[in-house]
T-cell receptor, first 114, second 114 residues
Framework: AQTVTQSQPEMSVQEAETVTLSCTYD???????LFWYKQPPSRQMILVIR??????QNATENRFSVNFQKAAKSFSLKISDSQLGDTAMYFC???????????FGSGTQLTVLP | NAGVTQTPKFQVLKTGQSMTLQCAQD?????MSWYRQDPGMGLRLIHY???????DQGEVPNGYNVSRSTTEDFPLRLLSAAPSQTSVYFC?????????????FGPGTRLTVL
């Protein structure tokens, strides 16, 4: 079974600064996908960024980028130029290639301070 | 295109009562799932379905039943509610056949069992 660990329950960052959220995972699979989801106070789950394990290049989506270290089984999320609207719970998630469901970490509550 | 819809948004039950959480999607997705979200634990998979007439158990299936008579609908039934089932419930759907497709989440149902 896969496990996903987010060791930072809470983090804060000043507006316009950069913050990095950590995620590690454990799997014996070679074909898998990794995701970061954002959950604002509205509770809606929003996909932020995704990474295919076979790709060495780190994914980037505007201000969001990942540092994917496959050997270390690490998948951190970097948010640049933090905005107040980035305040949310962030979940790291894993999906093995043959599966249809996600395994989630416990989440990191990020607060962007004005 | 409404995406994934869930009803009700909030519900309070007494121990032993039964109810059905509704989930519907209009994207013709074959894969649908139910997750529960508890504080400090992220989202955990309850049941999932890979198509009409096919369902399977996830990580925490006890106390819940599902059925999938149509592609659009995937209701979750609590036969005899217990306080341990107090949680936020999310339904999600996903299109098959794509390597890197996204799961779409509904807005969630907050259930309290007294």
């Amino acid at each position: 079974a896969q496990t996903v660990t987010q060791s930072q329950p809470e983090m804060s960052v000043q507006e316009a600064e950069t913050v990095t959220l950590s995620c590690t995972y454990d799997t014996s699979e070679n074909n898998y996908y990794l995701f970061w989801y954002k959950q604002p106070p509205s509770r809606q789950m929003i996909l932020v960024i995704r990474q295919e394990a076979y790709k060495q290049q780190n994914a980037t989506e505007n201000r969001f980028s990942v540092n994917f270290q496959k050997a270390a089984k690490s998948f951190s999320l970097k948010i640049s130029d933090s905005q107040l609207g980035d305040t949310a719970m962030y979940f790291c998630a894993f999906m093995k290639g043959s599966a249809r469901q996600l395994t989630f970490g416990s989440g990191t509550q990020l607060t962007v301070l004005p | 295109n409404a995406g994934v819809t869930q009803t009700p948004k909030f519900q309070v039950l007494k121990t032993g009562q039964s109810m059905t959480l509704q989930c519907a999607q209009d994207m013709n997705h074959e894969y649908m799932s139910w997750y529960r979200q508890d504080p400090g634990m992220g989202l955990r998979l309850i049941h999932y379905s890979v198509g009409a007439g096919i369902t399977d158990q996830g990580e925490v299936p006890n106390g819940y039943n599902v059925s999938r008579s149509t592609t659009e609908d995937f209701p979750l039934r609590l036969l005899s509610a217990a306080p341990s089932q107090t949680s936020v419930y999310f339904c999600a759907s996903r299109a098959p056949g794509q390597t890197f497709d996204e799961q779409f989440f509904g807005p969630g149902t907050r259930l309290t069992v007294l």
